[in-house]
């Protein structure tokens, strides 16, 4: 199954990449573009964002690459 690795902004402020797809629902509260789920970098649950292809800058493709989420719950 192929995934789809998704840049999302934490309520921490930092970046990070995770599954954006149906079948993750069940360990993620969808709410449109947010969510409720796990934050890898600070280690508890936060608020995400998907961040739009638009205001992806290379800073932040880095940043986030360097702290992919598992993808699994
Ligand atoms: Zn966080």
Redesign the pocket.
Known sequence: MARDWTVVR???G?YYETVWERWVSFKAVRLGRRRFQR?P??G?W?MVQRVPEVDLTPQIRQSAAGHRDSGRP
């Open positions: 934490c309520s921490g930092d934050c970098i600070h508890r936060e």
